[in-house]
């Protein structure tokens, strides 16, 4: 079963979280009927991430053979068929589709799924080999779990908020493509031959250096400021700037640039990013 979970990335479910962020700005979760529907979307966006990640990795097959850690991933190693693999995707597109009818209960919510389905298997047949098309599209998944997020329960999306978790996105994307062009060079993925070194990195910071930016006009925006504590606020600002000094440190490092793996195996980033959870709990929970 190992191998199938490998496939379906359930390590990468945690990127789905940011669904329930509308919630809980919102004060929704302390409604039963919004959490529930959270809930459901939040497990039909990972249905939908699954078969996504199986369609990419299906497509990928021959070029993971011949990278130095992909090679292991079970479509790429043998480990599972293609054709249990289109089997697995097909029963996942299928899950989605009956928990958005049990749950959410949305055209629109379809809609976004659908988006986010469409440019994603875009990206796998082609698109990730266009320079800039394929960074845009790996944020447009973040950016899209927000707004579906806040579609399920009703709740509009700030400006600024948008803003964060766009250029927050760009910068994970970009972070990402720099450490394999380091790690890999340019012939992992043909688009690598388009980005020089210096332009990932001075295009990543700028990124980061805008998202510290609009989250800090978001904490001081008066209509956010006017729900919840405004030292709470702006004590996190410090604090979300500590957690992106730790990250920077770990994609320096020896990392792949993969956001998921940072965080996983970086107990101290962890730590930060439990603590950040915890006092953007506390605020929400005060509001």
């Known amino acids: 079963m190992r191998k199938y979970g490998s496939l379906l990335r359930i390590k990468h479910y945690i990127k789905n979280l940011l669904v329930f962020l509308p919630l809980l700005f919102s004060g929704g979760f302390r409604q039963g009927e919004l959490l529930i529907r959270s809930v459901g979307g939040f497990l039909a966006f990972c249905a939908v991430s699954s078969c996504v990640y199986i369609i990419n990795d299906i497509f990928d097959r021959e070029n993971d053979r011949n990278h130095s850690t992909k090679k292991h991933r079970p479509i790429a190693s043998g480990a599972v068929s293609v054709r249990a693999a289109v089997f697995l995707a097909v029963c996942m597109t299928v899950l989605a589709g009956l928990l958005e009818v049990l749950f959410v209960k949305s055209g629109w919510m379809s809609l976004l799924l659908g988006l986010y389905l469409l440019l994603n298997n875009g990206y796998s047949l082609g698109l990730k080999q266009v320079p800039l098309v394929d960074v845009v599209i790996l944020a447009s998944g973040y950016v899209i779990r927000v707004f579906y997020g806040g579609a399920v329960v009703g709740a509009a999306v700030s400006s600024w908020l948008y803003l964060t978790i766009l250029f927050f996105s760009l910068f994970l994307g970009l972070g990402k493509r720099r450490n394999e062009l380091l790690r890999q060079g ?67 490092g020896a990392s792949d640039g993969d956001p998921v793996e940072v965080l996983l195996h970086d107990k101290a980033l962890l730590a930060l990013c439990g603590a950040y959870a915890l006092l953007m709990g506390i605020l929400v929970w005060m509001r």
Not at 200 to 215: A, G, H, Q, S
Not at 226 to 238: E, F, K, M, R
Request: glycine fraction near 2%; include cysteine; charge should be negative.
């Open 186 to 252: 340019d012939q992992s993925r043909a688009v690598l031959k388009h980005y020089p070194p210096a332009f990932l990195d001075r295009m990543m910071y700028m990124c980061l250096t805008l998202t510290v930016v609009f989250y800090s006009f978001w904490c001081i925006d008066p209509e956010v400021a006017a729900q919840y504590s405004p030292v709470g606020l702006t004590a996190s600002i410090p604090l979300l700037v500590l957690v992106f000094m730790k990250y920077v440190m770990a994609v320096e």
